[in-house]
């Protein structure tokens, strides 16, 4: 039997079968030792990102087609109403005159300004998700997923294709290369689960398993700094046993953390709805991950910060008849066409995302789940860094619900990052650099 499919089922097999062979070394993991915060009380983070914006060709004036009725309509009304908040005047740019493609995608999680150069000589800033990662120092760095293809490699010399391929940054000079492929992606959430040996505790009564662990329970109790965790401790092993009690009398609902099998390897060029039924699938890869507990941050990229150059008689990603690129550029011909393919593009984007929602909904994650999806520009045809498309889904009770601001009134998006960053408990933390830099000031989507 595979390790994929070594998973214990549900509740009553992860109890008996693991015991506290494995709830004690995770109550050392998890940080319940030694933590300021564990990470039950931590939200989750999911960024996604789209290039070239939306179609918003006075974005200072009005929203353009990033409102309900238009680019965000996939999500239906209960989504809107308990989870929805749209930032109106978010802006990220003058990035030293370099072009918005390059520096928008690159500096959109960071506020930081890409140096133009090689794919060698990357230099940008840290991002907001690497940031909250390392706050969850018993968990690995955030998983940065790619688009499943090629990466963009058009103007190494000049700009750094690496750029176009990142938002997320571990350091000034340390692009997170995105995972491609969903078993890819699989491998690197649940590949080196424990499933070492343990004893057969399936028969034995409940408060039994906390007993034949009592060799190593007092072991670890020698570990412990001060009375608060000892008594901290006590109340852990009190509840495993009641958890036990209540196994014993009734099977749970299916649903508990299991690894999902591994899945196919959808190709992005065959078949059909071939882009949709990739990103479906990494979207039940991810939603298991957050079962697990194997990550609680998450970045997405569903195109490079170009998106494809040239006209496309029938785009394979997106069934439109123009690439995003070109698209964007809608006053080079063609105009009536490439706006009907930039609002499609985004229509199927915030489909994915509805598609995510509803996994996560299914399994009562949203309300400690931030999703952040966004673009490093508004208007693609000008490269306009105003008014940036933007939406927060999240049933974070700290988080206004909403439209809100007004897109002549700027606020930086690094204000958005230092204050999604503080429902993290990472307090007064600047992010970004020059002119996009956060500030005092509050982003206002919160409470």
């Not at 929203?63 to 309509?73: F, K, M, Y």
């Amino acid at each position: 039997m595979s390790k994929y499919e070594d998973k214990l089922n549900n509740r009553r097999d992860f109890i008996k079968k693991a015991g506290l062979g494995m709830l004690v070394p995770a109550f050392l993991k998890h940080g319940l030792i030694n933590q300021a915060h564990a990470n039950s009380n931590l939200p989750r983070l999911v960024t996604i990102f789209f290039p070239d914006g939306s179609y918003m060709p006075n974005p200072t004036q009005d929203n353009g087609w990033w409102t309900v009725n238009g680019a965000l309509r996939p999500l239906n009304s209960n989504v809107i109403g308990k989870y929805l908040t749209v930032p109106r005047g978010i802006q990220n740019g003058k990035f030293r005159g370099q072009d918005q493609h390059w520096s928008g995608c690159a500096g959109w999680l960071s506020a930081s300004n890409p140096r133009t150069g090689s794919s060698s000589q990357l230099t940008c800033g840290r991002s907001m998700d690497q940031i909250i990662a390392h706050q969850m120092s018993n968990l690995p760095q955030s998983l940065s997923i790619g688009i499943g293809e090629r990466e963009f490699s058009e103007h190494a010399s000049t700009h750094g294709a690496g750029y176009l391929n990142s938002t997320s940054w571990r350091s000034a000079n340390a692009p997170i290369k995105n995972l491609v492929g969903n078993r890819t992606v699989f491998d690197e959430l649940f590949d080196g689960v424990s499933q070492g040996p343990r004893p057969d505790l399936t028969k034995l009564q409940p408060k039994a398993v906390v007993d034949h662990f009592l060799v190593q329970i007092n072991q670890m109790k020698t570990q412990l700094i001060n009375n608060d965790e000892k008594q901290r401790f006590d109340r852990y092993l009190t509840s495993v046993e009641e958890i036990e009690k209540k196994l014993d009398i009734v099977d749970p609902k299916p649903g508990a953390c299991g690894a999902p099998a591994r899945p196919n390897e959808h190709d992005l060029f065959a078949g059909r709805n071939p882009y949709m039924n990739y990103w479906r699938t990494m979207h039940d890869i991810v939603v298991a991950g957050f079962e697990c507990d194997q990550t609680r941050v998450v970045n997405m990229m569903y195109d490079n910060g170009v998106g494809g150059i040239g006209p496309s008689p029938k785009n394979v990603r997106y069934g439109t008849k123009y690439q995003i690129h070109p698209a964007a550029h809608w006053a080079n011909g063609d105009t009536p066409n490439r706006i009907q393919s930039q609002k499609d593009i985004n229509l199927v984007h915030m489909n994915l995302v509805a598609d995510l929602i509803n996994k996560l909904e299914s399994k009562n994650m949203m309300r400690d789940t931030i999703i952040m999806v966004g673009s490093c520009m508004s208007n693609g045809n000008e490269h306009d860094y105003r008014n940036l498309p933007l939406a927060l889904i999240s049933g974070h009770n700290r988080i206004k619900k909403g439209s809100i601001g007004r897109p002549n009134t700027p606020i930086k998006l690094s204000n958005v990052h230092k204050d999604i960053m503080s429902l993290f408990g990472i307090q007064n933390t600047a992010i970004g650099e020059g002119d996009n830099r956060s500030d005092s000031r509050a982003s206002g989507i919160l409470t």
